[in-house]
């Protein structure tokens, strides 16, 4: 389901010839930031999720990727999330998220992993408009899916150090629907 709406986003993008598209759109929407915050943590977390899960093919593969997560999820708690959490909004400006990206890309992270993470960053960056001024305050909305998105990062990884690998056979599979309807998750059994 998640994978879908992701899916049904990136197809809003590139449709509609004379229309504006969702990507012409991104940060001018009139969505509620209430509204958007479950979508940018969820994808985010299943999109981490899942990409680190297809790194790990064998064994071997998922202990290299889960001591990797372990440290990700380390530097998103500890260093990132404090950034933005707690601090006045005011203070909190492009430099700020920046300084955010730089602790990631500083931590010599293997380049499939970082890949996992960007796209979570990716799906984020739809509801996300960021300043183009480095002391440009970053708005309370802003501020908030910034920590939805590195919420949703960090329940990833945990999510992925929590599975079994991948001789498992564990997968995350959508949960039991009856029925499909019009309200969020179907009919469930």
Known sequence: MKRCLLAAMVGLMVTGSGCETLANL?????LEVKDVTPFVLSGARS???SG???LSKNAEGF???KKVAAEIET???NTILPLFEGEAIEMVTMATADQAMAALNGANIDPQILGAIQLAIDSALLFIKMPENPTGELSEDTTNLIVALFSGIT???QRFQAWGGPDTGARDLAEPVLECSWTRGGVKP
């Open 63 to 65: 202990e290299k990727t």
């Open 75 to 77: 530097l998103v708690t």
């Open 47 to 49: 999109g981490v999720n």
């Open 26 to 30: 991104a940060g001018s929407v009139n």
């Open 155 to 157: 329940e990833g990884l």
């Open 52 to 54: 680190l899960k297809a």
